[in-house]
């Protein structure tokens, strides 16, 4: 089953075997779902996702992934979910990094609201397991994408781009464009869900990156070469508090989950690509 207020999610995008409740996670009616449907995993993924937004309504971004969460959480504990896996993030909670790739042990310093409320969620994971005895594993992403993603999301910068070349606009690069980011392709990130959900460690924080640091001038040539190799480049001034680098190291990953991303940069955006021009 999934619960999902279609805030940013859209509803043909549900598996059609799974059930479907239409609900905000802050809702008290979630009790029932859980009374209900009686989970034994719960994969929580549901949250505010925007970075910027976080920024202009911080308020917003703490109720659904605070407030939010909490309410998941409490009712995990009291229907005795066997498991919790949470979606973190690896490109906020870290902030401006100092080693890179940044390991799971890398200072925690988050720089926006949601990078704030990510953590917050990982601490009441934590908390959770600690006094209630709720077993979860947290899961800190890099940038991700693929189909189906969203312009708004971490990595929106690639649906951005892709858009705006198939439909023949001029994409504007914030900045000089040698900011970095880590691209990890969805099906390789559904993939660590999977083998995170069945793994028993007591490790409860994974990066789920490449360890590949990409400047968003490379996804402009590569989106570039595989949709219109004459679009030109052009650059705005860059946007108020963005990182300027981020790549997170996925050794851990490897070593407890044995896993490791599969899909090399250039295959995933050309998957992106072929999703963005069938739609
Ligand atoms: N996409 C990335 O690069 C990335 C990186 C790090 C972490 N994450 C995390 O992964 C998860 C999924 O992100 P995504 O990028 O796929 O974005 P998304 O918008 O596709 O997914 C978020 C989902 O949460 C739902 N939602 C929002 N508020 C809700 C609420 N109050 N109650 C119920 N449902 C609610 C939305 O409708 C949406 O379906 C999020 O937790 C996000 O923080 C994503």
Redesign the pocket.
């Known amino acids: 089953m999934v ?7 859209k509803e043909k995008n549900i598996n059609i075997k799974a059930k479907f409740y239409k ?4 809702d008290s009616g979630l009790e029932s779902i859980f009374q209900k449907e009686q989970p034994d995993y719960v994969n929580h ?5 925007d970075v910027r937004r976080s920024v202009s309504d911080p308020v917003f971004d703490a109720k ?1 992934n605070v407030l ?1 969460t909490i309410n998941l959480l409490q009712n995990c504990v009291e229907y005795k979910v066997k498991k919790v896996v949470y ?3 690896g ?1 906020a909670v870290y902030g401006e990094q100092q080693t890179f790739p940044a390991p799971e042990t890398h200072p925690i310093r988050p720089i926006s609201p949601y990078g704030i409320t ?1 953590l917050v969620g990982e601490h009441y994971l934590y908390y959770y397991k600690a006094v209630c005895g709720l077993d979860y594993t947290a899961l800190r ?1 890099a ?2 994408c693929g189909p189906r ?2 312009p708004l ?3 929106g910068v690639v649906a951005i781009f892709i858009r705006k070349m198939l439909n023949g606009e001029q994409p504007v690069i914030n900045g000089d464009g040698e900011q970095t980011r880590d691209f990890v392709y969805v099906e390789d990130v559904v993939e660590a869900n999977i083998l995170a959900m069945m793994n028993n460690t007591t490790d409860s924080v994974f990066n789920i990156g490449t360890g590949i640091e990409t400047s968003i001038n490379q996804v402009f040539n590569l989106l570039r070469e595989i949709i219109n190799p004459s679009i030109d480049v052009k650059y705005a001034p860059p946007k108020d508090g963005e990182q300027r680098r981020s790549v997170i190291e996925y050794t851990r990953a490897k070593k407890t989950l044995h896993w490791e991303p599969k899909t090399p940069l250039i295959n995933g955006l050309k998957k992106t690509c072929e999703y963005f021009r069938n739609i």
């Open positions: 619960v999902d207020n279609l805030f940013t999610g609900l905000d996670i802050q993924h549901a949250a505010q996702m659904t939010g979606a973190s993030s490109g990510k992403y940038n991700v993603q969203d999301g971490e990595a």
